[in-house]
Nanobody, 119 residues
Framework: QVQLVESGGGLVQAGGSLRLSCAASGSISSISGMGWYRQAPGKQRELVAKITRGGGTNYADSVKGRFTIYRDNAKSTWYLQMSSLKDEDTAVYYC???WGLGSQRRAYWGQGTQVTVSS
């Protein structure tokens, strides 16, 4: 079992910055990848950014150059630094952990944190 606790959402003006945090606890040694997803009203949840255990990253095209995902292994925490925020970044952001291998592979999710960008 893995527990994920998010923090850092809020209201920000367009062009501003926010940093989201996701603290993991429990059986974290079996986490193979960590990420952030978001879901805007009336839309499907979409991938924002992911970082693998080896440090490889990938981003949605819509956030490349503006968002950065990174982790602090000592704190079992990963972050999403968001800059140059736009109205269309408004959504509930969920942190995600890919856990286990093969038939035991599963995903864990945080509770979600609201990010609202105002213009």
């Amino acid at each position: 079992q893995v527990q994920l606790v998010e923090s850092g959402g809020g209201l920000v003006q367009a062009g501003g910055s926010l940093r989201l945090s996701c603290a993991a606890s429990g059986s974290i040694s079996s986490i193979s990848g960590m990420g952030w997803y978001r879901q805007a009203p009336g839309k499907q949840r979409e991938l924002v950014a992911k970082i693998t255990r080896g440090g490889g990253t990938n981003y949605a095209d819509s956030v490349k150059g503006r968002f950065t995902i990174y982790r602090d292994n000592a704190k079992s925490t990963w972050y999403l630094q968001m800059s140059s925020l736009k109205d269309e970044d408004t959504a509930v952001y969920y942190c995600n952990a890919d856990w286990g291998l093969g038939s035991q592979r599963r995903a864990y999710w945080g509770q979600g944190t609201q990010v609202t960008v105002s213009s």
